[in-house]
């Protein structure tokens, strides 16, 4: 028995360091985008100028706005493009918009250790497979390998299913490179983000540098590429 309890006590002890180290690396996780470009006969950078306008009228000439596109023209100009001078006449349109819905409830659980699935601590319990959760319209969401902190914590219940509710925003970036001459579409490309806060001030900069890793891309290819947090960069 004083085995037993002194095993238990080794076990929490470990567990609530364990948790510790998560909610420590929590402020450091990496962006994931999911982008799409398209592009049709995108010119070489030479120097061509571009204006960036936005797609929807009420956001152009907007503060907030403003600041998104010079993120914007900052990385087109790393690439060899440069931002049209006040009067002159561009070669290229770059329109951009962007967003994030109201949210969904994700409403997720887990087994603890008292279930079958779980192997105890030295066993396969924090490495067991991934938990596929059924989202709206039956939509499967697959959430990483099990670990106390993701399933609800080591509170009074640990050892038991644990449930977790949450809410879930959806944001994403729209760019389209035109040719001013005639309108003809030069470029479409598309980045999406899911994550568990609304601060556009800190998820659009995030869809920006998406959007222009490896710019421009393969043309109908659809990639995942992480964002390293400011602090790793």
């Not at 596109?69 to 100009?77: K, N, P, Q």
Request: glycine content about 12%; hydrophobic content about 35%; some cysteine.
């Amino acid at each position: 028995m004083m085995m037993s309890k002194t095993i238990f006590r080794r076990l929490g002890l470990a567990a609530m360091t364990g948790a510790a180290l998560v909610m420590a690396g929590c402020a450091a996780t990496p962006f994931r985008a999911d982008v799409a470009r398209f592009q049709t006969q995108l010119p070489a950078p030479q120097g061509q100028s571009f204006a960036i306008e936005a797609n929807d009228p009420a956001l152009q000439g907007g503060i907030e706005f403003g600041q998104y596109a010079t993120l914007v023209a900052g990385e087109l100009t790393r690439y060899g493009y440069r931002p049209a001078a006040p009067g002159e006449k561009a070669d290229m349109v770059v329109r951009m918009d962007y967003g994030i819905d109201k949210g969904r409830e994700r409403v997720v659980s887990s087994p603890g250790f008292g279930n079958p699935w779980y192997g105890g601590y030295y066993g396969r319990g924090f490495y067991s497979p991934p938990v596929i959760v059924r989202g709206p319209r039956g939509r499967r969401y697959i959430y990483g390998w099990r670990d106390p902190f993701m399933w609800g914590g080591f509170g009074p219940s640990w050892g038991y299913n644990d449930v977790e509710s949450f809410t879930v925003y959806t944001s994403d970036l729209n760019l389209q490179i035109s040719r001013a001459a005639d309108g003809y579409r030069l470029f479409e490309g598309h980045a999406q983000a899911q994550s568990r806060d609304n601060d556009l001030t800190q998820i659009v900069p995030n869809l920006v540098e998406a959007m222009f890793t490896n710019f421009p891309g393969n043309s109908g290819e659809r990639v995942r590429i992480t964002v390293a947090p400011p602090e790793k960069k």
